[in-house]
């Protein structure tokens, strides 16, 4: 299965200052139809995750302009311009290229 | 808008069967691929398997022998059953849509596995 890494597993932020979460897949994400198959999700407590981000920049209807996805190959980072208290909760990052398909460990944002 | 909602047993017992139905409003299950996904509690995601509405499916290697997910396109639903579960089934279990990207997820229903 190709391992997805994510770094920090946990980031305490300030109210209004960026945050970057980097995901690194063991193989390239790059699938035979030119597309690379890369998600973000957002998953509060007690809730189901949300997809912020597909197919490594792409931000899902209703997700604020302060979310960017990047990357390309094995190496991808999703940044928050300006953390906002709504944006607590942990993150995942989603590789659907590969069979199976396969999620990062996490990573939990905080408000410090 | 479309919305998923799981239904079924919240506690099944050690080496039975988990029976879990995916209903789907606000659009049609017809031509487009529908996932499973788990969640240990306190853990993280993990991916069981996807099917197309015409029935056509993919498993997760680590459960293949013990997984089916089908269709019932008269009902718009799908549903997943899970064989032989054992205590490392317990999980909330969520239904979503697609088979490389999930766009629409279900809530999720928590199942235990216990006596």
């Known amino acids: 299965d190709v391992v997805m890494t994510q770094s920090p597993l946990s980031l305490p932020v300030t109210l209004g200052q960026p945050a970057s979460i980097s995901c690194r897949s063991s193989?390239?994400?790059?699938?035979?139809?030119?597309?690379?198959?890369l998600n973000w999700f957002h998953q509060r407590p007690g809730q189901s995750p949300r997809r912020l981000i597909y197919?490594?920049?792409n931000r899902d209807s209703g997700v604020p302009d302060r979310f960017t996805g990047s990357g390309s190959g094995t190496d991808f980072t999703l940044k928050i311009s300006r953390v906002e208290a709504e944006d607590v909760g942990i993150y995942y990052c989603?590789?659907?290229?590969?069979?199976?398909?396969?999620f990062g460990q996490g990573t939990k944002v905080e408000i410090k | 808008q479309v919305q998923l909602q799981e239904s079924g047993p919240g506690l099944v017992k050690p080496s039975e069967t988990l029976s879990l139905t995916c209903t789907v409003s606000?659009?049609?299950?017809?031509?487009?691929?529908w996932s499973w996904i788990r969640q240990p509690p306190g853990k993280g995601l993990e991916w069981i398997g996807y099917?197309?509405?015409?029935?056509?499916?993919n498993y997760n290697p680590s459960l293949k022998s013990r997984v089916i997910i089908s269709p019932d396109t008269s009902k718009n639903q799908f549903s997943l059953t899970l064989t032989s579960v054992t205590a490392a089934d317990t999980a909330v279990y969520y239904c979503?849509?697609?088979?490389?990207?999930?766009?629409?997820w279900g809530h999720g229903t928590l199942v235990t596995v216990s006596s």
């Open positions: 979503a849509r697609g088979a490389r990207f999930y766009d629409y």
């Open positions: 606000g659009g049609s299950i017809s031509g487009y691929y």
């Open positions: 099917m197309y509405y015409t029935g056509g499916a």
């Open positions: 193989q390239s994400l790059v699938y035979s139809d030119g597309n690379t198959y």
């Open positions: 197919k490594v920049s």
């Open positions: 989603m590789q659907g290229t590969h069979w199976p398909g396969t």
